[in-house]
């Protein structure tokens, strides 16, 4: 059973940082590419950002490009949600999920395994 647990979200000030991390439960995203989403409250899921199955690729919706970045640890079957300069904007569940293609998409196709979210809360 492939299984994606996120973590690190909270509550943080305009301005500050926040880390996610997508763990999975086996080599579940070896040799895959793993994007990052995230809802808000009555907004569609949208493109956070994404890497290549090596690391050797990122990419990034215009909103974050900038100020997040996306990494991965395959050793540890983990990728990373490093979020920097954090808007009351970015306020949202982030969602990590596994991408059958290379590059990964920018919208929910393609993308087989979910997370069940993190929450982030930017306050101004």
């Known amino acids: 059973q492939v299984q994606l647990v996120e973590s690190g979200g909270g509550l943080v000030q305009a301005g500050g940082s926040l880390r996610l991390s997508c763990a999975a439960s086996?080599?579940?995203?070896?040799?895959?590419?793993v994007g990052w989403f995230r809802q808000a409250p009555g907004k569609e899921r949208e493109f956070v950002g994404a890497i290549s199955w090596s690391g050797a690729a990122t990419y990034y919706a215009d909103s974050v490009k900038g100020r997040f970045t996306v990494s991965r640890d395959n050793a540890k079957n983990t990728v990373y949600l490093q979020m920097d300069s954090l808007k009351p904007e970015d306020t949202a569940v982030y969602f990590c999920a596994r991408s059958l293609i290379n590059p990964p998409r920018t919208d929910k196709d393609g993308y087989d395994f979910w997370g069940q979210g993190t929450e982030v809360t930017v306050s101004s």
């Open positions: 086996a080599s579940t995203i070896s040799g895959y590419a």
